[in-house]
């Protein structure tokens, strides 16, 4: 399998994020994606190659386009205001305020465009930003061209930013904009199966209405998990979508047994939809010693979600998000990747 990475996610790094009342290093870090890399080379998993250079249309399929226009913007406003450190946002317009206006401020832009505090920006995000949209869409391109499956190496990741709104480490929501790149190339109906602890608000949200884009979550229950204020069972899709959108909430704790009866029954309506293509939401901070998560898999059950998802026998991209036991997160998500050539 190849795998598609670039270099210039690491300047998204330093970054500080709003947590249980303390503002705190990002757990979001470059290490992550080196150590995935890393194993991935260690594994003989295939080729790492470069993104090509896309520019934003296909991210403007998906995203709202003042939306993606701010976003190379943060960095130099905030700078401009003669501020220091990470660009975070404190005020949100919630129930009550104005989302009519957009005013002048970073501050005020910073948070008219997010959901939480824990998408900041540094000198070096936008660019990191950028380069895992490129990434997405070149691996999407492997897929299209006939390679039964890739993996886009991303950092950041993407499933909690929404059509016009920034959140949980994630600004593009690569993974989306992959899933309407294939519908624009020909692809009937794509499915995007997010496995990542955290349920995937901003992708739900960007396809909530849709009947070609079938978009399934397995993850913390949001009456005690982030992000919380989506990802309940009820929320099945509205107007043509309805019927489109599948949540499976578990509780703190859920093992593979559980989880991976939850997978099962998630592969039957992936099935019974019959896409032309499957877009993996890659998330390994399911895995027992995650530091900021609930679940109790292990490291012997990610080939298993691998191996799972090829039995669809479907061509397969593969996304990465989330994830933030370091030592583990190149075993864990390679592993996946493994299972899935069976090997
Ligand atoms: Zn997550």
């Known amino acids: 399998m190849k795998t598609v990475f670039s270099p210039l996610h690491a300047g998204h790094s330093g970054q500080m994020e709003l947590m249980a009342g303390e503002i705190l290093p990002g757990f979001e870090k470059p290490s992550r994606a080196e150590i995935i890399k890393a194993r991935v080379e260690s594994e003989k998993l295939g080729p790492i190659l470069p993104p090509d250079v896309h520019d934003l249309q296909a991210a403007k399929r998906v995203h709202r386009a003042d939306y993606i226009d701010f976003l190379p913007t943060a960095w130099p406003k905030w700078e401009a205001a ?34 939480d ?114 990802g309940h069972a009820d929320e099945r899709g509205e107007g043509a979508g309805e019927g489109f959108n599948h949540n499976y909430p578990m509780p703190f704790g859920t093992a ?29 901070d399911t895995f027992e010693k995650d530091p900021i998560s609930q679940f109790k898999l292990t490291s012997e059950d990610y080939p298993k979600i691998g191996r799972r998802i090829a039995k669809l026998g479907l061509p397969t991209l593969f996304v990465m998000e989330g994830g933030y036991a370091v030592d583990e997160i190149g075993i864990n998500a390679v592993g996946v990747l493994t299972g899935f050539e069976d090997r």
């Open 256 to 284: 593979w047994e559980d989880w991976g009866a939850a997978l099962e029954d998630a592969c039957g309506k992936l099935a019974a939809f019959a896409p032309d293509v499957v877009v993996v939401s890659l998330g390994v």
């Open 117 to 230: 505090g824990g998408a900041s920006f540094v000198k070096g995000t936008w660019d990191a930003i950028k380069s895992s949209c490129d990434v997405a869409l070149t691996a999407a391109a492997l897929v299209k061209a006939g390679e039964r499956a890739a993996f886009a190496l991303c950092r950041p990741p993407g499933h909690h930013a929404g059509s016009a709104f920034m959140g949980g480490y994630c600004y593009i929501n690569n993974a989306a904009v992959a899933a309407q790149w294939f519908r624009d190339q020909g692809a009937a109906r794509v499915t995007i199966l997010d496995v990542d602890y955290h349920h995937g608000n901003g992708t739900q949200e960007i396809f909530y209405d849709r009947a070609d884009v079938q978009v399934i979550n397995l993850h913390g229950d949001p009456m005690t998990e982030y992000p919380f204020f989506l």
């Open 82 to 115: 003669g501020r220091k450190g990470s660009a975070i946002p404190y005020t949100w317009p919630t129930r009550g305020l104005r989302t009519d206006v957009l005013p002048q401020t970073i501050d005020a832009q910073l948070g008219f465009y997010s959901f």
